[in-house]
């Protein structure tokens, strides 16, 4: 079955370590995101790439990186620079351009610091 | 600004009991409007697309709807399986960074039986 893969999906982080979430798809899509998510808010763009090996920031990148070395591939690194990454995080992934509001999201991975 | 507001926060009914959900959006051009639902520890799941005023689209005891400026979600005779966050999302109608998306709040329905 196609979809998304996250992982892990809970993770426990010490304060100055940085952690890396993992995102696979395999539904051959161009596009694909990484949201955050907070108890009461909506979702919050965090970097988003259209195509292989480019991306962007989105609304609240300071503190994370990304890469997309493979288009299967969209892992999510959440540096000692973000103060405050306790969080629900989520992957997705879209055909492109053609219906890029139509999201396939993962499972999550929930994020905490000790 | 872009923005989305979804209401209630929060709306019980018991089963069989149908209600709406409301989403209003003030957007720089709309694409599209976009409604998802989302279960307790899961990523959301698409639900709907609508593009222009006066659109509708049904699925099951779900019915979206769309004006110019708010969307609602209509449930009829919902079931407690029904019971989920609803998210509403717009597409602003940018040439760059059209793909971004702007996510309300959500609504969380419970459904009693």
């Known amino acids: 079955d196609g979809g998304i893969t996250q992982s892990p999906k809970y993770l426990f982080r010490k304060e100055g370590q940085n952690v890396t979430l993992s995102c696979e798809q395999n539904?051959?899509?161009?596009?694909m995101y990484w949201y955050r998510q907070d108890p009461g808010q909506g979702l919050r763009l965090i970097y988003y790439?259209?195509?292989?090996?480019?991306?962007q920031k989105g609304d609240i990148a300071e503190g994370y990186s990304v890469s997309r070395e493979k288009k299967e591939s969209f892992p999510l690194t959440v540096t000692s620079a973000q103060k405050n990454p306790t969080a629900f995080y989520l992957c997705?992934?879209?055909?492109?351009?053609?219906?890029?509001?139509?999201?396939?999201f993962g499972e999550g991975s929930r994020l905490t610091v000790l | 600004e872009d923005q989305v507001t979804q209401s209630p926060e929060a709306l019980r009914l018991q089963e069989g009991e149908s209600s709406s959900l409301n989403c209003s959006y003030t957007?720089?051009?709309?694409?599209?409007l976009f409604w998802y639902r989302q279960d307790p520890g899961k990523g959301p799941e698409f639900l709907f697309t609508?593009?222009?005023a006066g659109e509708e689209k049904e699925k099951e005891r779900l019915k979206a709807t769309l004006t110019k400026k708010e969307s609602f979600l209509h449930i009829t005779a919902p079931k407690p399986e029904d019971s989920a966050t609803y998210l509403c999302?717009?597409?602003?109608?940018?040439?760059?960074?059209?793909?971004?998306?702007?996510f309300g709040q959500g609504t969380r329905l419970t459904i009693n039986p």
């Open positions: 790439s259209q195509i292989v090996n480019d991306f």
């Open positions: 539904l051959n899509h161009d596009a």
């Open positions: 997705a992934s879209s055909m492109g351009r053609v219906r890029a509001g139509e999201l396939f």
């Open positions: 609508l593009y222009s």
């Open positions: 999302a717009v597409q602003p109608n940018l040439i760059q960074g059209a793909q971004k998306l702007v």
């Open positions: 957007v720089s051009g709309l694409r599209g």
